[in-house]
């Protein structure tokens, strides 16, 4: 369980785990862990794997509209993804993927890993 607090310049995280209850105090000057015995510390490498947990990047939703139609990009992609295994490729292959979308033709052109092509339906 993990519990984020952005104030200003400092943040505070909240993180449960197995083995004890720990606060985060991250500012841009340092950062202090306080376990649940009572003990603080400051740590570089600590500071700097806190400051990556609590900023997150902003993953924008993308929605492709074509006449009475709509689908996520993300969809599209699950399902060239799905298309591609299905034609035996081993799952966790591909390094690289290019999709193109045609909504007039409703489908989704693709290339993968440079050299297998294929196409799924948008909708």
């Known amino acids: 369980m993990e519990k984020k607090e952005l ?7 909240q993180v449960q785990d197995k083995a004890a209850e720990a606060v985060v105090t991250v500012t841009e000057e340092s950062t202090t862990v306080q376990t649940a015995s009572g003990k603080e510390k400051t740590d570089e490498k600590q500071a700097a ?4 947990a609590l900023v997150q990047e ?5 929605f492709l509209q074509y006449r009475e139609y ?9 399902r060239v993804k799905a298309h591609y295994y299905a034609k035996g490729y081993k ?3 591909i390094e690289d993927i290019q999709i193109y979308v045609k909504p007039e033709d409703f489908t989704a052109y693709y290339v993968i890993n440079d050299g297998v092509v294929g196409k799924v339906n948008l909708f």
């Open 49 to 52: 794997e806190a400051k990556e």
């Open 58 to 62: 902003t993953i924008p939703e993308v």
């Open 91 to 93: 799952e966790g292959s």
């Open 70 to 78: 709509e689908v996520t990009m993300e969809a599209v992609t699950k």
């Open 7 to 13: 104030t200003g310049n400092t943040a505070v995280a």
